[in-house]
Every structure is written in C-alpha cells, then in structure tokens.
C-alpha cells in the first residue's frame, strides 16, 4: 500500500487519520511541524502528503513551496488540511503547489476515499 506522510500538529487529528490510515492499509508516517515533515518527506519519499496548514515554525504552505521546488520530492502529491476554511483558502493552498484541499475536521466516512482519489489521480 502507498505510504502517507502526515504533517499535524494536533494530536487528536493525527490520532484520527493514523487509525483511518492504517486500519485501511497505509503505511504512516508522521512529523508534527513543517521543518521536520519537510525533512522526513525528503528521506522518506511518501506517496502522498497530508499537510496541515497552520503548523509551528514554518506553516504548511511554506513546507509545500519548500517541498515543489525540490527536484527529490517536487512529484509527491500533497493534500492541505486546514480548519480555517476562509474564502481563498483554497487558492493559497493551490497556488503554494498543494495538489489538493481538506478541511478539518476530516470526515471518517469519506476520508479514505477521498486519499484514493488524489492517488489514483496522481498515478501512484
């Protein structure tokens, strides 16, 4: 199975999507700010990213930039998530590389589902 970085700083959240994660077959990884998921990602080379976008140090969106201007990592698909889910939200996120948008809090029944799409859309 493809393997997800999560990049969150709230442990209920990262609790959420680690349980839905594996218990559908992922591999997981996790880091709880954005330098270290930046890092991780850049080692680790995960399918796909869930990045969250307010996060301490540097946010979700510079991680993003970081990440896309990488040749090493500019492929991996990332997903913002974000619980401020204000008018250009999306657009920012879109605009910073995310190849996607969730907002939080994420909902179990399609969650999943929704992780299949953007790695079925990226080719993985």
């Known amino acids: 199975m493809p393997t997800v ?14 349980f839905l994660l594996q218990t559908n077959g992922f591999d997981f990884i996790e880091a709880s700010d954005g330098l270290a998921g ?19 140090g540097i946010d979700g969106l510079e991680a993003t930039r970081r990440l896309k201007s990488k040749e090493e990592t500019k492929d991996i698909i990332i997903i913002a998530l974000t619980s401020y889910a204000m008018a250009g939200d999306r657009k920012k996120a879109l ?3 995310c190849d996607g948008y969730l907002e939080k809090p994420i909902n179990p029944d399609i969650f999943i589902a929704e992780i299949k799409k953007y790695l079925t859309a990226g080719g993985k």
């Open 5 to 18: 970085l999560v990049i969150e700083d709230k442990k209920n959240n990262l609790y959420l999507m680690k």
């Open 38 to 56: 930046v890092e991780l990602a850049t080692r680790k080379k995960p399918d796909l990213i869930l990045m969250d976008i307010q996060l301490p």
């Open 95 to 97: 605009d910073a590389g």
